[in-house]
């Protein structure tokens, strides 16, 4: 088999990232990281000599919390070893990083995204390395996340069509 299955609880996989040595897989309901390049031994054709090979994608093993992308991949937003991202389903902003899923929402913005993510349309996220944020746009209004004040400190003036950073310069 070259196909790899996962459970279909998780919904459809939204987007797949790479981090390390490992394949981040964003599911509608749950995240999920799948071992990558480990060597693997097997049978190979139902002989006893066994085969072994780094080309293998290995378990798929949960994050702890009931969080997805649900269908807005395009929340996604990463920096360094920390990843963010919406749960439109669920009302909740996430970010994942080497201690699990920590809903980012709940810290002083929990009711102001419970009501205003189940309504947007549009659910746009980037990271500005000059500043150091995570913004995230929805339906016409743009609000930042700053690690170094755990919150989000203030909203922004511009709402982008998209935005990227490339050699420490935000464009949107």
Known sequence: KITKELNPEY?????LYTR???VIAF???????VLANKDALFNADGNPQLTSTNRVLGQAIPFVGEYGISKNPESFASYAYRVYFADKNRG???RLSRDGLTPISDLGMKDFFKDTLPKSDLILGS????KGLFNLTLDGQTVSFDEKVNG???FKSFIP?????LNNIYYS
Do not use: H, M, W
């Not at 919904?11 to 987007?15: L, N, T, V």
């Not at 990271?127 to 000059?130: E, F, N």
């Not at 069509?161 to 950073?165: F, I, K, M, N």
């Open 27 to 33: 599911c509608e309901d749950k995240v999920l990281r």
């Open 152 to 154: 989000f400190p203030s």
């Open 11 to 15: 919904g459809s996989i939204q987007k």
């Open 161 to 165: 069509e998209g935005a990227l950073s």
């Open 127 to 130: 990271y500005d390395d000059s």
């Open 20 to 22: 390390n040595t490992d």
């Open 92 to 94: 909740a902003i996430l």
